[in-house]
Nanobody
Framework: QVQLVESGGGLVQAEGSLRLSCASS????????MGWFRQAPGKEREFVGG????????YYADSVKGRFTISRDNAKNTVYLQMNSLKPEDAAVYYC?????????????????WGQGTQVTVSS
């Protein structure tokens, strides 16, 4: 059983920064792509970005490209989401998820394990 635990959420002013972390249990973390999703009230869960198993490839939603950066430390079984220049529309619960394989998927159905989420609130 894989457990994912996010941390680092909170309240930040617009144009501020936050760094989310997602720690994974299990010994196979480095074998899987990882993704970040977010869900705002009344909206569907949406892809924010993902990173390949090796960390060599990253993918981002257009809405966060240039502002958010995903990285991973396979030695620590942890994936990160650095969020800069935050906007009020970035406010949501942010989830990390483990991909079903090596490929970075853009849809929730392509991920098999999920964290509990961490709230990000951005004040204008």
């Amino acid at each position: 059983q894989v457990q994912l635990v996010e941390s680092g959420g909170g309240l930040v002013q617009a144009e501020g920064s936050l760094r989310l972390s997602c720690a994974s249990s299990g010994r196979t973390f480095s074998s899987y792509a990882m993704g970040w999703f977010r869900q705002a009230p009344g909206k569907e869960r949406e892809f924010v970005g993902g990173i390949s198993w090796s960390g060599d490839s990253t993918y981002y939603a257009d809405s966060v490209k240039g502002r958010f950066t995903i990285s991973r430390d396979n030695a620590k079984n942890t994936v990160y989401l650095q969020m800069n220049s935050l906007k009020p529309e970035d406010a949501a619960v942010y989830y990390c998820a483990r991909g079903g394989g090596l490929r970075v998927g853009h849809y929730p159905m392509e991920y098999d394990y999920w964290g509990q989420g961490t709230q990000v609130t951005v004040s204008s």
